[in-house]
């Protein structure tokens, strides 16, 4: 019997943290995560920055000194959120030269205000991946209409991309459509196919978003379905004859990614969503408490079968008047509009930071 996390990154599955703070890398927890709890790579994005900064003095020091130089606002935050995520991705840099650049990544988001601009999050995502100046960091990029060219286009220019803010199988084949533009442009021009990209696909909001409007006998079972879905999928391009050209000349696959697996029903099992998606070739980002909630358990056997029944769920919840075409459309644009709350939120906490820490020099 072995712990249920070493389990499933002994089946092919990539289990990542959805967290990042100072305290976890200043207390040598992230690298306890690593050594005890199989996990090979981590995320972020303007929520959890917002609360780490929000809820902790760890970043004050680093606030006051920055403040001195003259930086505020997005300056300042992206010098923060840098210095951390650096230091995650040094942690995580053996798994990356062991598994030749499959695992061993962490996630870094453009800011959100630029979801509806492609250019202009070119440009972000370049900047902040020659700021990072680690081969194993992330861009994340939205997967919004918008957000598409600036995949296909930051692909082509070499910068390795997290597609966020994904909904549905539609949805992901846009992106993965996009990633494969970036990299067949990059074949065209005589350039190493070799960047690699994950598609983020958002699990538990489905069920939040219906939690109310459905029988009991289907709750929590949309997020699933739909995860399944883009799981056949993922599967059926993959393995396409323009997908193993591009193998071909060098490229590797995007990988899909689930996000948002916390369980939002208190009723239900917090592992609700790791079970379920439980498959190789992809990767789990979970919370804190969701990776310990696994950790706890120990598992053997085999990983279930991903993808059967999803159809027959999703014209259950059809029949039961839910149009998940429809809200797909509404829950990404939802989750644009609350990564930007969270964004002002920040905004607003690193000011105000800043402008304490700056009041005890200014009276001294």
Not at 52 to 68: E, H, L, P, R, T
Not at 179 to 190: N, T
Not at 239 to 254: I, V
């Amino acid at each position: 019997m072995i712990k249920a996390t070493q389990f499933l990154h002994d089946k092919g599955q990539s289990l990542w943290l959805d967290n990042i703070t100072r305290d976890l890398l200043d207390t040598g927890t992230l690298g306890r995560y690593i050594d005890e709890l199989s996990v090979t790579g981590l995320t972020s994005n303007p929520t959890i920055f917002d609360h780490a900064i929000k809820n902790s003095q760890a970043y004050d020091s680093a606030i006051s000194k920055k403040v001195k130089q003259g930086l505020s606002g997005e300056e300042l935050f992206f010098d923060l959120a840098l210095e951390d995520l650096t230091r995650a991705a040094d942690l995580f840099r053996p798994i990356y030269e062991r598994t030749s650049g499959v695992d061993g990544w962490v996630s870094l988001e453009v800011s959100p205000l630029l979801a509806h601009d492609s250019d202009r999050t070119l440009r972000a995502a370049q900047d902040l991946f020659a700021r990072a100046a680690r081969p194993n960091v992330f861009i994340k990029i939205p997967g919004t209409k918008e957000g598409l060219p600036a995949i296909e286009k930051a692909i082509a220019a070499g910068v390795p991309v997290n597609v966020t803010l994904l909904f549905s199988r539609e949805q992901y084949l846009a992106a993965a459509d996009a990633f494969m533009r970036g990299i067949e442009r990059r074949i065209q021009a005589g350039l190493n196919p070799q960047v690699a990209s994950v598609a983020s696909l958002f699990v538990s909001r489905w069920d939040a978003a219906v939690a109310n409007k459905v029988p009991e006998q289907l709750r929590n079972q949309l997020g699933i379905a739909i995860a399944q879905r883009a799981y056949k999928a993922s599967r059926d391009i993959t393995g396409s004859e323009r997908w193993r050209r591009a193998y071909n000349f060098g490229a590797r696959p995007q990988r899909l990614l689930w996000a948002s697996t916390g369980a939002k029903d208190p009723k239900a099992s917090p592992t609700l969503y790791v079970d379920a998606l439980a498959a190789p070739f992809t990767v789990n980002t979970m919370p804190e408490a969701t990776l310990k909630a696994l950790a706890d358990r120990t598992q053997t056997g085999e990983l279930p079968v991903v993808g059967g029944g999803c159809e027959e769920v999703l014209a259950r919840f059809a029949a039961a008047g839910i149009d998940v075409d429809a809200l797909a459309t509404q829950l990404q644009d939802e989750g644009a509009k609350s990564f930007v709350a969270s964004w002002n939120d920040l905004m607003a906490v690193i000011a105000s930071k800043s402008a304490a820490l700056a009041a005890p020099a200014l009276n001294a």
